[in-house]
């Protein structure tokens, strides 16, 4: 079976201004909700946004991680089905 990017939902994402490190809680179809780390969105001279792979994090990425880590998790909780 294909992808089909009409089935891909982002139901919440979090971005850190800072370092440009996104988060965010996706589904596909009626799967089960999951937790994606990246990608890393930043500005380019240009003024565009432009997008690459999160890759290792810095300790920034894991400070803002660590502050918004009880959140995400009680969104996750509440977005998956009941176990």
Known sequence: MAFDPQK????K???CEETGLVVSIN???DGEPKLQI???V???SDGEE?????GRLTIEDLMWLYDIIDEVKED?????SPL
Request: charged content about 40%; overall charge positive.
């Open 50 to 54: 432009s997008q690459r792979k999160a």
């Open 13 to 15: 994402k979090w971005k």
């Open 38 to 40: 990246g990608p890393r």
């Open 76 to 80: 996750l909780v509440r977005l998956a």
């Open 8 to 11: 891909d939902k982002v139901l």
């Open 42 to 44: 930043f500005k380019r």
């Open 27 to 29: 589904q596909y179809g």
